[in-house]
């Protein structure tokens, strides 16, 4: 299996197990943010898409010529989702989590915590071989309650959390149904 961190064309490491925006940041503090083009190669993503998304509002416009590590996060969050869902869903989604993409006042959970949460339920339930409705709840809910302190609105999130793992896993299963498809039309 050629596992990748979701979002991006990163190849899974055991460091992103636990942190997998920790893979990501020391760059970002290298350079002071990522550059269209270096965002583009992270994700797979062109970079008319990513403009896109930003002149939607679905992710914070840049301010030069970099991208931020809050805007990093939302696109990578955004991407995990959109093989599975409509983008305007995902945008809804992420505005039922943090509010404005502009004011992270309004925010349940920090950007971060958010993705690495993800990551690591998704990284779990791959693990297990159990993607069942009940062991995802389950899941979620042990990591919104070890993460607690740092969640404003645990019943929300846990919510969120459950359609974002799911939609992510139907992403997974709509690509490898794609895959078999087109063996098959190659064949005919």
């Known amino acids: 299996m050629n596992r990748l961190i979701p979002g991006t064309t990163m190849k899974f490491t055991e460091q992103a197990r636990e942190s997998a925006f920790s893979l990501i940041s020391p760059v970002l503090e ?3 943010g990522l550059t269209l083009s270096q965002l ?3 994700t797979g993503l062109e970079g008319t898409t990513i403009q896109n998304w930003i002149k939607r509002g679905w992710v914070a416009a840049t301010k030069g010529k970099k991208y931020s590590e809050k805007q990093i996060l939302r696109i990578l969050l955004i991407n995990m989702l959109r093989k599975a869902m409509k983008l305007e869903d995902i945008a809804n989604l992420m505005h039922y989590i943090n509010g404005d993409v502009e004011d992270t ?3 349940i959970i920090d950007d971060i915590l958010l993705y ?29 309650a ?7 609105d645990a019943d929300k999130l846990r919510k969120a959390m459950y359609v974002m793992v799911m939609g992510y896993r139907s992403g997974y299963l709509r690509t490898e149904m794609e895959k078999g498809l087109e063996v098959i039309l190659d064949e005919m």
């Open 116 to 144: 690495d949460i993800l990551c690591r339920i998704i990284f779990t339930a791959e693990d297990e071989g159990a993607f069942d409705s009940e062991h995802i709840r389950s899941l979620v809910a042990n990591e919104i």
């Open 40 to 42: 583009s190669k992270l």
């Open 30 to 32: 290298a350079t002071g």
């Open 146 to 152: 070890e993460n607690n302190k740092d969640i404003l």
């Open 105 to 107: 006042a309004d925010d």
